[in-house]
């Protein structure tokens, strides 16, 4: 059977993270306010914690988005990813490359939302993707989240769901992620690595003996 290797988003395949780069590029456009970034800031500060409520997070971060038109948002976001491709980590690149070599199947999984992850993983090169959907009406985005969010043990249940509808198992798996947040993953896969890891993970994974990459 093909193992599996899977990725995390923010701060491990990329030196950034997604959804506070785009919140900063709209503010930049001048579509948001500084009461926006404030906000995004304050959430940001209960992701550190772990104490993030995700739905409210996610509603707050797509209010901005319900506002634009189809040809504004697809204009906004190929402008947006040129941000993503400074950030992109080679390192990280090669990494995954390596696996791709060995004949690994490839998954990208992130909090992050489709909007932002769908073309992040066109330049990185990932064609399964797992993340954080936005419920749409139509062509337009709404404030609400469809299915699971793929945040902590929502992760691990989507995961669940996709090695299913895939028949794949973890036997023999790779996962790479740099947030004490994505335990519940790392504790799953064969071999965990900690990628540029937050203190947490630093932690746990000295204690549990697991690799750590630190570029």
């Known amino acids: 059977m093909q193992p599996l290797a899977l990725f995390d988003l923010d701060f491990t395949m990329l030196d950034g993270d997604s959804e506070f780069m785009w919140s900063r590029f709209l ?30 997070y996610q509603s707050f971060l797509l209010g901005p988005l319900t506002l634009l038109s189809v040809t504004q948002r697809e204009h906004l ?10 950030v992109v980590r080679p390192e990280m690149l090669a990494v995954a490359q390596r ?9 990208l999984i992130s909090a992050t939302n489709h909007f932002l992850v769908e073309p992040t993983a066109r330049l990185l090169g990932f064609n399964n993707i797992i993340c954080t ?24 249940r989507r995961l669940e769901q996709w090695l299913a509808e895939n028949g794949l198992t973890l036997e023999g798996s790779w996962g790479y992620s740099d947030s004490f947040n994505d335990l519940p993953l790392l504790e799953l896969v064969t071999h965990p690595v900690a990628v540029k890891p937050d203190a947490r993970l630093e932690q746990h994974a000295r204690q549990r003996g697991w690799m750590i990459l630190d570029f």
């Not at 503010?27 to 500084?34: A, E, I, N, R, T």
């Not at 976001?77 to 491709?85: E, F, S, T």
């Not at 696996?99 to 998954?107: I, S, V």
Request: hydrophobic content about 35%; charged content about 35%.
């Open 27 to 56: 503010f930049d456009q001048k579509l948001v306010g500084q009461d926006f970034m404030d906000g995004i800031s304050a959430f940001y500060r209960d992701y550190d914690a772990g104490c993030l409520d995700i739905y409210v």
């Open 77 to 86: 976001l190929a402008d947006y990813m040129d941000r993503v491709r400074l």
């Open 99 to 107: 696996h791709r070599d060995d004949g690994y199947e490839m998954l």
């Open 133 to 156: 959907n936005a419920k749409r009406d139509g062509e337009a985005y709404t404030t609400m989240l469809e299915g699971i969010p793929a945040f902590r043990e929502g992760k691990v």
